[in-house]
Nanobody
Framework: QVQLVESGGGLVQPGGSLSVSCAAS????????MNWYRQAPGKQRELVAT???????NYADSVKGRFTISRDNAKNMVYLQMNSLKPEDTAVYYC?????????WGQGTQVTVSS
């Protein structure tokens, strides 16, 4: 079992930056592919960024070049640095740990991009 707790969401102006964090307990983040998803009101949850067990990263086209996913194995944390934020980035951001049949979710953190 992995418990995931997101933090760091908030309100930011368009063009601004924000970093959200995911604290894991119960197991090591290095054992899982770690993902950030987001879900905007009235929309399906979408995959934003992935960091694999080997450290490879992948991004949705909509955030490529603006968002960076990283992992700190010593702290057992995963981060999502978001730059050049747009109003369409407004959503609840969820941390996810996935390996084989194991799939764990955090409770989410709200990110609102608005002037």
């Amino acid at each position: 079992q992995v418990q995931l707790v997101e933090s760091g969401g908030g309100l930011v102006q368009p063009g601004g930056s924000l970093s959200v964090s995911c604290a894991a307990s119960g197991s090591r983040v290095s054992f899982y592919h770690m993902n950030w998803y987001r879900q905007a009101p009235g929309k399906q949850r979408e995959l934003v960024a992935t960091i694999t067990t080997t450290g490879n990263t992948n991004y949705a086209d909509s955030v490529k070049g603006r968002f960076t996913i990283s992992r700190d194995n010593a702290k057992n944390m995963v981060y999502l640095q978001m730059n050049s934020l747009k109003p369409e980035d407004t959503a609840v951001y969820y941390c996810n740990a996935h390996w084989a049949v194991e799939n764990y979710w955090g409770q989410g953190t709200q990110v609102t991009v608005s002037s």
